[in-house]
């Protein structure tokens, strides 16, 4: 089976621009989950979907938002994006939202110039 | 609180010797997974080994085992014949119902590996 697989791989973007991160998990697993890697904080988690339907969120400000189509596919979107919004984000997938093991994509490196 | 604790920001092992990573964890919690992580310079994390805290049995994988002490909230990782390869960010993570099914990681550890 492929993995979970997550575009782009690295994105450079100016302050006040917005982006979306696409994440695709591996064929069968319905819940995603979104984590964000700074040197700073370390791994915070963003959101997790299930079914197209948000089953958490993590402390995060509203400019960060998600959603999940039906092939289980989600994306991220940030808003308005600040300096410190730099970091790697994660997308990690399992098969349902309760305690299955996650796996996790290679990651999307972004920069805010 | 920290739910997680990583209390080594850096471990060094000699190639084909043993090393043990600690991580201690905050729960009320009866029945939750603990999970060992690992993060190459590729970014890429992988999943070493996973413990389900029903389980009384320590899990095994390969040269890979953990030391889980419930009681004392303890959940080590042992690597017997450490090997070039095993280089990388080690990160314990947690996951409950107490936290809302999402994975707490601790700070990480830094396994260098010697040759």
């Known amino acids: 089976k492929a993995g979970v697989t997550q575009t782009p791989r690295y994105l450079i973007k100016t302050r006040g621009q917005q982006v979306t991160l696409s994440c695709s998990p591996i064929s069968g697993h319905r819940s995603v989950s979104w984590y964000q890697q700074t040197p700073g904080q370390g791994l915070q988690f963003l959101f997790e979907?299930?079914?197209?339907?948000?089953?958490n969120k993590g402390n995060f400000p509203g400019r960060f938002s998600g959603r999940q189509f039906s092939n289980s596919r989600s994306e991220m979107n940030v808003s308005t994006l600040e300096l410190g919004d730099s970091a790697l984000y994660l997308c990690?997938?399992?098969?349902?939202?309760?305690?299955?093991?996650?796996?996790f994509g290679p990651g999307t490196r972004l920069t805010v110039l | 609180a920290q739910t997680v604790t990583q209390s080594q920001p850096e471990m060094s092992v000699q190639e084909a010797e043993t090393v043990t990573l600690s991580c201690t964890y905050d729960?009320?919690?009866?029945?939750?997974?603990l999970f060992w992580y690992k993060q190459p310079p590729s970014r890429q994390m992988i999943l070493v080994i996973r413990?389900?805290?029903?389980?009384?049995q320590n899990a095994t994988e390969n040269r890979f085992s953990v030391n889980f002490q419930k009681a004392a909230k303890s959940f080590s990782l042992k690597i017997s014949d450490s090997q070039l390869g095993d280089a990388a960010m080690y990160f314990c993570?947690?996951?409950?119902?107490?936290?809302?099914?999402?994975?707490?990681f601790g700070a990480g550890t830094i396994l260098r590996v010697k040759s």
């Open positions: 990690a997938s399992s098969l349902d939202s309760t305690t299955n093991t996650q796996y």
């Open positions: 729960t009320s919690e009866s029945d939750y997974y």
């Open positions: 413990q389900e805290a029903y389980k009384q």
């Open positions: 979907y299930f079914s197209e339907t948000q089953r």
């Open positions: 993570a947690y996951r409950g119902m107490e936290y809302g099914n999402k994975l707490v």
